[in-house]
């Protein structure tokens, strides 16, 4: 499941396991209940939800997070930037061996 979103786990490697620790988290949930329904197998229906959901999950919470980096840069984009003021001149014990 890793190797389909190796470009997030290869930039954000912290967040990433973050983001999987979660996902898994919330998929333990739905599996649990699933397995606890009258007329489920148990054990088995628990690791076929588990296995089911957990892709999804990871899948749409990196989508969600591609599309906010998108938005926010999108909102920059229609930011005016601040003025930049020009620099001063370096004094010449800056400047290097050259000076005269």
């Known amino acids: 499941m890793t190797q389909a979103h190796e470009q997030a786990q290869r930039e954000r490697p ?4 973050h983001i999987l620790m979660r996902c898994g988290v919330e998929a333990d949930k ?3 209940q699933a397995a606890q329904a009258q ?8 690791v076929e939800v588990y296995a089911k959901t957990l892709p999804t999950l990871l899948t749409a919470a990196l989508d969600a997070h591609e599309e906010a980096l998108e938005q926010l840069d999108g909102s920059r984009l229609g930011q ?3 003025r930049q003021r020009h620099a001063r001149p370096l004094g010449p014990h800056v400047r290097g061996c050259n000076s005269t």
């Open 14 to 17: 912290y967040w990433f396991r």
């Open 39 to 46: 007329y489920s197998d148990g054990e088995a229906t628990y």
């Open 30 to 32: 739905i599996a649990e």
């Open 80 to 82: 005016r930037r601040p």
